[in-house]
């Protein structure tokens, strides 16, 4: 839903999507999120297949875990 400021509104945006490890909805902030990239493409991933399955995949090859941003989980102001 996205909801504009015009007319003195104000209003919070959330993006939902199905994660691409978990396939189960989940909401972020499209700025924020961490992504993988599949087929071509990059996909916000979820925060528990980011604990569980890329984190530690990352940690396995000598890489530093992925961490969040803040907020990246959370609905977002419309003025960002
Ligand atoms: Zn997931």
Not at 19 to 37: E, L, T, W
Not at 38 to 60: E, M, S, T, V
């Amino acid at each position: 839903m996205v909801t504009s400021t015009k007319g003195g509104v104000v209003g919070f945006v959330t993006v939902l999507s199905l994660c691409p490890g978990c396939r189960q909805p989940f909401i972020y902030n499209p700025s924020a999120v961490p992504s993988v990239k599949l087929d071509g493409w990059r996909k916000p991933i979820c925060r528990g297949c980011l604990d569980r399955l890329i984190n530690p995949d990352r940690i396995a090859n000598g890489l530093e875990p992925i961490v969040p941003l803040p907020g990246a989980y959370d609905p977002f102001h419309d003025s960002e």
